[in-house]
């Protein structure tokens, strides 16, 4: 092998298995952990308080999903072609995050809106996860081919930008979430300011 060429001939095999993923895989791939959860809240596999672990779960895993997605580029700049991808992290990102802010105001707060306005007002961080969620759900709506159309390309990926700071405001609540200084809550958040920060120094370099 000289200049790279096993490298260039590795990426491409890895590329043309890709490109024989139907992306319906990759959404039922996506769903299971969710499938997890629901069965174990179900079936008391989740421990003492099922609705705390199915919550929590929910936004881990729509986080984890969402900073998978926020890679994709600097992968594809990497040479792996995983574009055709993306939506489907986007989107399931999203439905867990949906899900786990259902599941608190629906089974922990129990729709008693009372409670859940005094939490907004006593808890920072869940007012910090809703401002994330809240800038997640433009992007769910207009997430279609038929959106893109509509809007334009330009426009379209303005507003997608909202991608970046609804995933780091999602990484701060989770950080906020404890007592103390968790090591898996402040990986998370470095993977996203490391992510972030390559979109940074690419599109400066670009000008």
């Known amino acids: 092998?000289?200049?790279?060429?096993?490298?260039?001939?590795?990426?491409?095999?890895?590329?043309?298995?890709?490109?024989?993923?139907?992306?319906?895989?990759?959404?039922?791939?996506?769903a299971l952990p969710l499938l997890w959860l629901v069965w174990g809240a179900a079936f008391g596999g989740l421990g003492p308080d099922p609705v705390k672990a199915l919550e929590r779960g929910l936004g881990e895993w729509g986080l984890r999903i969402l900073i998978a997605s926020l890679a994709v580029t600097p992968l594809m700049q990497a040479g792996l072609r995983?574009?055709?991808?993306?939506?489907?992290?986007?989107?399931?990102?999203?439905?867990?995050?949906?899900?786990?802010?259902?599941?608190?105001?629906?089974?922990?707060?129990?729709?008693?809106?009372?409670?859940?306005?005094?939490?907004?007002?006593?808890?920072?961080?869940?007012?910090?996860g809703l401002a994330g969620f809240v800038a997640l759900v433009p992007l769910a709506v207009t997430s279609t081919d038929g959106a893109l159309r509509r809007m334009g390309t330009a426009a379209w990926r303005r507003l997608h930008r909202l991608a970046y700071p609804a995933i780091l405001l999602g990484a701060v609540h989770f950080v906020m979430l404890g007592k103390v200084w968790m090591v898996e809550s402040l990986i998370h958040l470095g993977l996203v300011v490391g992510l972030l920060a390559l979109r940074m120094l690419r599109r400066g370099g670009r000008r």
């Open 82 to 128: 995983l574009l055709k991808f993306r939506r489907a992290l986007g989107v399931m990102g999203f439905v867990y995050i949906a899900l786990h802010f259902a599941v608190w105001v629906a089974l922990d707060m129990g729709l008693r809106w009372d409670e859940v306005l005094t939490d907004l007002s006593k808890r920072p961080y869940i007012l910090v």
């Open 1 to 30: 092998c000289r200049h790279g060429s096993c490298g260039e001939l590795l990426m491409d095999r890895v590329n043309a298995g890709l490109r024989r993923v139907p992306t319906g895989v990759v959404w039922g791939l996506l």
